[in-house]
């Protein structure tokens, strides 16, 4: 193995540990993916993050064949799915965080209650309709609610995060996780006001300017 996949095994395994540092990951629940020349890594399914090594990260090709040894999350479809659709995306994070998965549970798009729901690249954060997981069906439904979008909401599941790199996918992750919490907490005094198309727009365009950095 070259010494570039060996750092990019090395930074899934720390992304997936700081997810669950993060709160957003528990146990063996959710994924990581990341592009990785014609292939793709993805994590491996049923293994604790705390006992999760560099080694464990399964290698696949884009015809869904495992390169070398191992056994992909459940949710590999996901992963080789998007990275076959977005050629600007190279990391997949797929969590079960509490508020999005809670809002996912109610089937709701998060509308444009706060600015930042532009940091998942529209007006609205969609929920896919729920499907089953690892099927090829919740796959094809996660593309369609991701279309023109970083981050989607999974139907009684959770949610999806995409970036250029590892550290945006997990910023995308724990924003939207943050934003879920907000909208949440908002809905709890009545329903919240909701910023124009315009107003979006104007968010949307001053995003476009701050180039790599959307921690505003
Ligand atoms: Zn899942």
Redesign the pocket.
Known sequence: MDAGARNLRGDIVAAARRLDALGLNRGT???IGHRAGPSFFVTPSGVPVDELSPDAIVEMDFSGAIRGAGNP???WRIHRDILAARPEINAVV???SRYATSLACLHRDIPPFHYMIAVAGGDTIRCAPYAL?GSQALSDLALVALEDRKACL?GN??QIALGRDLAEALAVAVEVESLCAQYWTALQLGQPHLLSGAQMLEVLEKFKGYGRRQDV
């Open positions: 629940s959710g994924n999350s459940s949710e797929h969590t079960h997981f999974l599941h959770g």
